[in-house]
């Protein structure tokens, strides 16, 4: 891959990293009750599903769901459940005093690691989307495992990156939610997000 390309998909995983999804959702709405260092784990996690994304488009498995009408189905569904999921469970969070080192905030570091792979392991969406867009920056004489293995890498870094600014951004923004009120109101304009997601997701025709 010549630097002209990868500069190219470089830009191209910034656009895609930085516009608004389940992924960053997911991001603001553990930034405002954890702070941004307690987010890592929601965040790893999020890289955790991108690359099992990466791996199934690789091995050739996106084109079954790409292919099938049932199995792309049968997964779409698995994640607007869980898009769901999240939304009421964050709809009905009890509020509280949000700081970076919030003690009443008992969800444990495995368990956000877990949830945000899931976000993104259960979109069928961003497989699709990814083997529309990945062949747009393989060389064809080349071999492809070295290539899938650097773009992979670069969305991977290139999410991180822009992720921990969602953090942060969520994090300076949850200081000035002082009353229960306002909390449960950030709670469920989360949880509103989540649920608009799922419903975009729903609509996401074949």
Known sequence: ?????????????????????????????????????????????????????MVVVGI????????????????????????????????RETAHAFST???????SGWTRLWKGALVNATNPKATVFLMALLPQFLVADAPHAPQFAIMGATMVAVDIAVMFGYATLSTAIARFLKTPAQQRAINRAFGGLFIGAAGLLAAYRH
Do not use: H
Request: hydrophobic share 55%.
């Open 60 to 91: 050739g498995l996106g084109s079954l769901l790409s292919s099938s009408a049932l199995a792309f189905t049968i997964i779409k569904w698995l994640g607007v459940v869980y898009l769901v999921y999240l939304g009421i469970t964050k709809w």
């Open 1 to 53: 891959m010549s630097w002209t390309l990868f500069s190219a998909f470089f830009v191209a995983c910034v656009l895609i990293s930085v516009t608004p999804g389940a992924g960053a959702i997911n991001t603001m709405a553990n930034g405002m009750v954890y702070g941004v260092r307690r987010t890592l784990p929601s965040i790893l996690g999020l890289q955790i599903g991108l690359a099992f994304q």
């Open 101 to 107: 080192e919030n003690q009443d905030a008992t969800l």
